[in-house]
């Protein structure tokens, strides 16, 4: 059975699309740490483990998250994107993309945003004008 994240790259479950190409999709945490927090997957890949991946899935998913982390950098105020890989919510390798201004966003223990439909789109819309832009 497919995971969530598969139907999700797929367009079988809505999400907020920062970014995509023919290996790779880029869309926004429904429960973000910050604004314009995004998750990166391998589409054709579903391990939970990204460690399993072969070399040329890993490399890839890394390039695809640096063009997606240098998008969200020019499309969401902050100091940087820091990157983080728990995999431990959804069994479908997945790399969290966290626009911070200190350490302390980092924080996955604390309590979510809550941001509405439009802001979320607004949001995908403006990380995906900038990736284009790449």
């Known amino acids: 059975m497919a995971t969530i994240f598969t139907r ?10 920062c970014a995509e190409n023919e290996d790779f999709y880029a869309f926004l945490d429904i429960a ?18 990204i460690f399993n991946l072969d070399d040329k899935t890993y490399e890839g998913l890394m390039a695809f998250a640096k063009k997606v ?5 020019a499309a969401v ?3 940087r994107i820091c990157v983080a ?7 479908h390798v997945h790399v969290h993309l966290v626009p911070v201004q200190s350490e302390a966003d980092m924080d996955f223990r604390k309590e ?11 949001i995908a819309a403006d990380i ?3 990736y284009e832009k790449l």
Request: net charge positive; charged share 30%.
């Open 8 to 17: 999700i790259a797929k367009g079988e479950i809505p999400s907020y699309k």
């Open 32 to 49: 973000p740490l910050t604004k314009g927090h995004t998750l990166v997957i391998p589409k054709n890949v579903e391990d939970d483990y």
């Open 69 to 73: 982390a240098l998008a969200q950098k």
């Open 77 to 79: 105020p902050c100091k």
């Open 85 to 91: 890989v728990l995999g431990m919510e959804v069994p």
């Open 112 to 122: 979510k945003l809550s941001l509405s439909p439009d802001e979320m789109q607004k």
């Open 128 to 130: 995906l004008r900038e």
